[in-house]
């Protein structure tokens, strides 16, 4: 059996993918309000900073920062992911017996973690993450997928509107 070690680093930034069970079905995006909702309820009840968030229709990928003296990302993602699943209409094709074991088969049962080491890490995944829609295919440029911190960084003055990154955060794969 596989051993999952966790970088708990008190008041840490961590880069984050949490995929779909079922990567064909979009309900990131159908239900992207629901999914807002769910951040806003878990970040009023364990505070933390969204530093970059893309969300695609079967992933997603953010960066969280930790108030100091916490690292319990864990229990966040528990929250977000149950309360998302249970909000969700039951799906056609939903077993039962998953259903009364409120065990939905929403989302994979792990999600990928990585304590960013410093500035330079930290910039290259938020560029990972802006990228990220052009990498799937969904837009020719970051700043036309409407589901991602992109444009809020471009208000900050963080990128140009036409931004498109070094070869070599294109070529990282962290999916």
Request: net charge positive.
């Amino acid at each position: 059996m596989p051993q999952y070690i966790r970088a708990y680093v008190p008041g840490g930034s961590f880069f984050f993918t949490v995929n779909l069970a079922d990567r064909h079905r979009r309900l990131l995006i159908e239900h992207l309000d629901l999914l807002k909702r769910c951040f806003a309820q878990v970040r009023e009840r364990l505070p933390f900073h969204t530093e970059a968030i893309v969300v695609l229709p079967d992933h997603l990928h953010c960066i969280w920062t930790l108030p100091p003296g916490d690292a319990d990302f864990s229990t966040r993602w528990r929250l977000l992911k149950a309360g998302f699943a249970r909000a969700l209409p039951t799906m056609p094709g939903e077993s039962i017996p998953r259903v009364d074991k409120r065990e939905r088969g929403i989302w994979q049962r792990r999600l990928w973690e990585h304590c960013l080491r410093d500035e330079a890490d930290l910039q290259a995944h938020v560029d990972y993450i802006h990228f990220n829609p052009v990498k799937h295919g969904y837009v020719k440029q970051p700043g036309l997928w409407p589901h991602s911190s992109f444009q809020r960084a471009v208000a900050r003055g963080l990128y140009p509107a036409d931004w498109l990154p070094a070869e070599s955060v294109r070529e990282l794969e962290l999916d």
